[in-house]
């Protein structure tokens, strides 16, 4: 990339290693509740929605739909300055749960809420993977 | 009497407001409270609570007593639930003077980001230390900063649902500028037309620069007593009715929806419940106004319309001078000062009073005033009259 500052890189830590190792091999891991069989994110240590203790990492499907977006036309970060305006999107994962994320491979103009979106993962400085989202490339996906 | 007030404000003080450099929050707090005690007609002595609303200057804690210099004081705390403190504090202190833990309580914000090298949109990003580690950092990666994208997503969402339109933010705007022209305490008196707002930048699509409010240099002090010890001061008191907070919560959970259902459905109908009155008995709103979209949604989850018609309800201007539903009435927080929830909650004590001058709304027997924090996650209301109940 040619930014002259790079964007933030996130330093996994204990409890969201997990999320970042499976990232790292393609794979969008949440929470998943072992006792009320509910998914949540981004990460803790009892369950959102019976609070037991007994999460666990699963893969998600990657699959989702763009719940909304906005499109960020301001710098609050030097990394930045080279890629506004660009989109922040929350999507709600098949599994029911909603993530912020950037939707990738499409025009900003061209976001519609409610459109089918597909995981994929951009390498961030070589070390670790960001799951990012796109258009879903099949029908009905 | 069926509804008694649960307090009374007899104080109000609002420092000026805007670009005003080489102060702490501290001082600007000292001076409000300065203001309070002399329009209420007490002495610094007389006040044995203080209750300060904490935000992002690390001055405005505990140790804030001792740069005041309050002695004796038999309640003190510093709160914060984001943008909906204000209505938090008051209904702890109107709580604390019922139980005798105290018997005159100072509210207080103040604030101070602007310098003169550090503009509004920088003063409220902070100092982002990287690297940040899990999930924080994964936020920061997406470029996921500050409260301007969580307000446009809401926003976006809900012109999805609804099909509201940036006529319908802009109109929000250009009725609050038109209020400020009236006020003397406004920061920003330009005239604004909806061409104005069109044309004004994108902060974050679809949020342009004249949806967003301003960011202040100031602070505003109120003191709280009992219905009895109000009766003996000097200013007609302002009694507080109902009160009520909701936080629905956000689990990121996608069968729930916070960017267009807001805690403001429930703090509203039990605040209006306490107060014994109905929508149709309020004279004014005074809104958290953050963004023109928090007004929006505020209308329709407290029922002055129906969910997804806010933006409709507004197209005619009817919040603005001379409207049907006269509507942050000093400029706001878009176009007055920003003082968190203190913005609304001192413009509703100056209406209640009758002291609007130019802006004075003609009916002010009761002001439902709105805070709201984090993005769109807790909400207060209360409702202020200058009557003893509904």
Redesign the interface.
Known sequence: MSDAVAKPSPVPDEISAPFFDGARQGRLMLQHCTACDGWSFPVRERCPHCFAAKLEWRAASGKGTLYTFAVMHQVMNPGFAGSVPYNVSQVDLDEGVRMVSNVVGIENASLKPGMRLEVVFESHDGTVSIPKFRPAQQAGA | MANQPKGSIVGLGVTPMGKIYGRRSVDFAAEAIALALEDAGLHKNDIDGLLINANIPNDMDPRAQMTLGFENLSLINVMSAYGSTAGSMMQYACMAIREGLAKTIVLVYADAPLTPSRGA?ASY?GP?R?????????????????A??GY???A??HM?LYGTTEDHLGIIAVGQRQWAQLSPWAQMKAPMTMADHHNS???????RLFDCCLVSNGAVALIVTSPERAKDLKQKPVNVLGYAQAAPGD?????RHP?VETGAKKSGEAALRMAGVTRADIGSLQLYDCYTYTVLVTLEDYGFCAKGEGGPFVADGKLGPGGALPTNTGGGQLSGYYMWAFTPLSEAVVQARGQGGARQVPNNDFTMVSGNGGILNFHSTLILSPHTSG
């Open positions: 949109g990003s982002h990287f690297p940040l580690g899990g999930m924080t950092g994964l936020k920061s990666a997406y470029g996921d900063f500050g301007n994208l446009a997503m809401a976006q969402r999805h930048r994108w902060i974050a699509e679809p949020l689990n990121l959970n996608s069968a960017a």
